[in-house]
């Protein structure tokens, strides 16, 4: 039976490039018939008007904050080869109420065994922090990605998630180190010194394809539209294709 390949996208730091790249990944690898089933756990809800327009209103479906509270629905269909579970307003409240519950930390896990045989890849979008959701997408994972702009303090907060997860073990044995995206990768010195620095540190849980800082993904951003719209030529979409090559190659069991 298919089981899917179920990856959270984690960084405590905000504006990390978290939903940038739980988005346009799930667009590459429809593209490539993979079935994606999208989580957004963040109340911010950027993954959820991304994907479905700003207009939508996640209160009048089957949500986040649904799946959390063990009640069953369909995920929303965005496109072909794409479902979302979106992030509604209850979703905070959710949080506080998750909490209080006995095995807090496997709720989102429990949910998912129940539908992840019809999906390829579950890829959740994480709130930036570290709290009881990031936990619970820990807890569910196969595999965790950190997506991390080259800056200051981002070794501290790789070590920080690095850490959670070890903690995290005890509940999920089979767990890796996660795995480390660069994102908005410029051309400022600082970007390659804190990436050597992290090559060094984290050697191979890197991914060696860098997400490139570029007017592309924002112009991208604007039209609701993502990477795979691309011409098959533009520098962007090529950069996308090798990182979904190796985002499948690194996610396998
Ligand atoms: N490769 C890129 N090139 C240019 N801009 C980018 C790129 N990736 C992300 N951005 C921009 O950086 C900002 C933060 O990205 P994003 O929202 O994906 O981060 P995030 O980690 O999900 O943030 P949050 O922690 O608030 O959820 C956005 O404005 C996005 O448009
Ligand atoms: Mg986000």
Redesign the pocket.
């Known amino acids: 039976m298919k089981e899917a390949i179920i990856v959270p996208f984690i ?1 405590h730091k ?8 739980v988005s346009n990944l799930a667009s590459m690898l429809a593209t490539k018939n993979k079935k994606v089933l999208l989580i957004d756990t ?1 109340a ?1 809800a ?1 993954l959820t008007s991304y994907m479905l327009g700003y207009e939508f209103d996640a209160d009048d479906t089957f949500n986040a904050a649904n799946l959390l509270s063990g009640e069953s629905g369909e995920p929303v269909n965005v496109r072909k080869n794409i479902d979302i579970i979106p992030a509604s307003l209850d979703l905070s409240m959710c949080e506080v109420q998750m909490q209080a519950k006995v095995l807090r930390e496997q709720i989102l896990k429990n949910e998912l065994d129940k539908i992840k045989a019809k999906y390829d890849y579950i890829l959740i ?1 994480c ?2 922090h570290l709290g009881v959701m990031t936990i619970n997408a820990i807890v569910a994972a196969n595999h965790v990605i950190i ?1 991390t702009t080259a800056e200051p303090f981002a070794l501290k907060g790789v070590q920080a998630i690095n850490d959670l997860v070890e903690q995290l073990k005890p509940a999920n044995h089979n767990l890796d180190k996660p795995m480390i995206i660069l ?2 990768f410029g051309r400022r010195q600082v970007n390659k010194l804190i990436y050597d620095a992290i090559c060094e540190t984290y050697a191979n849980n890197v991914f060696k394809t860098i ?5 592309d ?2 112009n991208l ?1 604007a039209q609701n539209q993502t990477v795979e719209s691309l011409s098959d030529s533009n520098p962007t979409k090529e950069n996308w294709v090798a990182l979904t090559k190796e985002f499948i190659s690194k996610t396998k069991a």
């Open positions: 960084n905000g504006g990390t490039g978290k939903t940038t790249t963040d911010q950027n979008d709130p930036p997506p994102t908005r997400e490139k800082e570029t007017v993904i924002l951003q």
